[in-house]
């Protein structure tokens, strides 16, 4: 039995659905523990193109189990989409996903006050997915949170009007327009009767699966420095991200989960407000071009910058972090030089990530390292020999600096552009291209 985590060791959009995909092909069962669709993950493989909110990034297998815990918020119409665009894609999902009863669910008005509270915040906005996560687990804390179990105790409508009552008071009172009770009851009803085969309690299965030795694959929304309480705050998300987050959001105790696989991308990009250290500002240049991505969820364009090996250590640390899977190594094809960042400097002296909050963050002195680039294209590399010298080295040198090896390398968005560094025994979710799911429609 493994039990392994998987978790971006940035800022989010480290590439996590297309290391989830090709994991999977050893996993019993894939989860989402945390989040919900303000994560996007996007898998490439035979497929096609898929961006992924909710359900987890390994339901591509043939043999894995999906399952979506009692820590992820759920908005139904979402879901919904979501299986029914895996389902019409062949890749059949009944009987091999389930859904918690205890997720808190995204109701109208949680989408409205996050945009009304961010429009509210002004200059000071943290720039939200206006998703209505932040409220949605505002509710859950304070205990107006909305939760499938409601539907099936008959809960449903008592608890939804309370909650309209108060949550149109204050929509109006920050300049929105009331919502009306009985349409979104009557919408909501009509999204459990959809997804009510879906529905199942988590904790058995969970339970049985951990003592039937089975292979357990976890799968963290958004990054380690969106955390609540490690990230940037208050520029993060309303959930944890670090692999304790599993345990709570699935009921999988702490001394099961053993491996954590920390995914990072070979440079740094953020989506929206918050500091970001090694940010590049040169709009025109080159390096800036390279980088430039678009958001999954968001369509944002994301900012960049430079690999952050601080943070980088920083989340290894944090996250008890095993082993490393670097994605977009290709993508630094044809620089000359590369800027990596090995530490942090105020007033002159050396400083960690966790010595200073999110204000500070922005103005610690970079101390960078020059390393010479590579023209070579790498996408058809599937051996770290095949890599030139000077990406060798690069991945060489990430290693050294966050103290774990880096096993699996990213050369292209597809699953096959992927160099696998370990043995096909040496760990036990990885891959070996025999249970991929067949094309059923």
Not at 22 to 38: M, Q, S, T
Not at 83 to 100: C, F, H, Q
Not at 272 to 299: M, N, Q, R
Not at 303 to 322: F, M, P, Y
């Amino acid at each position: 039995m493994t039990v392994t985590a998987v978790i971006g060791s940035q800022w989010g959009d480290e590439g996590k659905g297309k290391a989830v995909d090709f994991l999977a092909e050893r996993a019993d069962y894939v989860a989402r523990f945390n989040g919900g669709n303000n994560a996007g993950h996007t898998v490439i493989n035979e497929f096609g193109t898929f961006k992924i909110h909710l359900v987890p990034s390994g339901i591509f297998a043939k043999n894995t189990t999906g399952l979506i815990g009692g820590g992820v918020v759920i908005d139904p119409a979402v879901l919904i989409e979501e299986i029914e665009m895996l389902n019409k894609a062949g890749i059949g999902v009944d009987g091999r996903l389930w859904i918690s009863p205890r997720s808190h669910l995204i109701m109208p008005y949680h989408k409205i006050l996050d945009g009304l509270y961010e429009e509210a915040k002004g200059a000071g906005a943290t720039g939200t997915t206006r998703r209505g996560i932040g409220p949605v687990f505002a509710d859950k804390v304070s205990y107006n949170g909305i939760r499938w179990t409601d539907f099936t105790s008959d809960m449903f409508e008592q608890r939804l009007q309370m909650q309209f009552e108060l949550k149109n008071k204050i929509i109006v009172a920050l300049g929105g327009e009331a919502l009306n009770y009985e349409k979104t009851r009557d919408e909501y009803r009509g999204y459990y009767l959809k997804l009510k085969p879906y529905i199942k309690e988590l904790f058995s299965l969970v339970q049985d699966g951990l003592k039937a030795d089975k292979n357990f694959l976890l799968e963290q929304a958004m990054g380690t420095f969106l955390d609540t309480d490690w990230g940037t705050y208050p520029f993060v998300t309303a959930s944890t991200t670090i692999p304790s987050a599993a345990s709570a959001g699935l009921g999988i105790p702490p001394k099961y989960i053993t491996n954590v696989i920390g995914v990072t991308k070979a440079y740094t990009t953020r989506v929206g407000a918050g500091p970001l250290p090694t940010e590049i500002k040169e709009y025109d240049s080159e390096v800036y071009k390279k980088f430039g991505e678009v958001a999954a969820t968001t369509g944002r364009v994301r900012r960049v910058g430079w690999l952050d090996l601080e943070i980088v250590k920083t989340a290894v640390q944090l996250s008890g972090v095993t082993e490393i899977c670097l994605t977009k190594l290709d993508v630094l094809s044809g620089l000359k030089e590369i800027q990596v960042c090995v530490g942090y400097k105020v007033s002159g002296e050396a400083v960690r990530y966790a010595d200073v909050d999110a204000y500070g963050l922005d103005k610690v002195e970079i101390v960078y390292q020059t390393l010479p680039g590579w023209s070579e294209d790498i996408s058809k590399a599937r051996s770290f020999d095949e890599l030139p010298v000077h990406a060798q080295n690069y991945v060489k040198m990430i290693e050294d600096a966050a103290g774990v090896p880096v096993k699996w390398i990213g050369v292209g968005p597809e699953r096959e552009a992927t160099i696998r560094r370990q043995s096909q025994t040496q760990h036990g979710i990885a891959s070996t291209g025999k249970h991929r799911l067949a094309m059923t429609a």
